[in-house]
């Protein structure tokens, strides 16, 4: 199965700022995975992230506030905009390798 | 979308007891993954079952997709501390995206 960089871990940021999370595969994927956790919770599918084109993304959530790139078949980021504390969760991303998903490590964002 | 519903939301077992899990849908699934998540982790796969009534087992973990492929079940036999964290099920929708149910925390008393 492959294997994701996730990178930060956690940060916590002010309100108003932005923050960028990276994922690295180390193979070539089609399709990239975010998700976000809140606190206790489930996780939910943000966007969707296809190489060569613009990241499709779930109701409720909108490129504005989760802009998305995907420059290559082994890297995305995802930037979390204009924080506010709400949006403290653990954000993930994620990849579909042979039947199954795998996940990166997280990302833990406080927002204060 | 289609939601999966996902019971119980909170198990806590003594040690050497057993532990199901069970997620219910109104609609038929396509597949169904499971996923374990331990405290301050990620989520890792555990299995997909596809066939109507198939199931699979995994040392101590049973998994059963039901005849209507509207339900499915983890099961733990003998629970021991290492089981511990939170257990998803997942359908896969179109566009290869996950929808997770709502997860069983499972806490094991030693």
């Known amino acids: 199965s492959a294997v994701i960089s996730q990178k930060p871990s956690r940060d916590i940021c002010q309100r108003g700022t932005s923050l960028t999370i990276q994922c690295q595969v180390d193979s070539q994927v089609t399709m990239m995975f975010w998700y976000r956790q809140q606190p206790g919770q489930s996780l939910t599918l943000i966007a969707t992230a296809n190489q060569g084109s613009e990241a499709t993304y779930e109701s409720g959530f909108v490129i504005d506030k989760f802009p998305i790139s995907r420059p290559n078949l082994t890297f995305s980021t995802l930037t979390v905009s204009n924080m506010s504390p709400e949006d403290s969760s653990i954000y993930l991303c994620?990849?579909?390798?042979?039947?199954?998903?795998?996940f990166g490590s997280g990302t833990r964002l406080t927002v204060v | 979308g289609q939601q999966v519903m996902q019971i119980p939301q909170y198990q806590h077992v003594q040690e050497g007891e057993d532990f199901t899990t069970y997620c219910n849908s109104s609609t038929t699934l396509s597949n169904i993954q499971w996923y374990k998540q331990r405290p301050g982790g990620h989520p890792v796969f555990l299995i997909q079952?596809?066939?109507?009534?198939e199931v699979k087992k995994q040392k101590r973990l049973t998994f059963q997709f039901g005849e209507a492929k509207k339900n499915s079940s983890l099961h733990i036999t003998a629970t021991q501390t290492t089981d511990v964290g939170t257990y998803f099920c997942a359908d896969m929708e179109y566009g290869n995206k996950l929808v997770f149910g709502a997860g069983t925390i499972l806490r094991v008393k030693s």
């Open positions: 079952l596809v066939k109507s009534g």
């Open positions: 994620s990849v579909e390798t042979g039947g199954g998903y795998t």
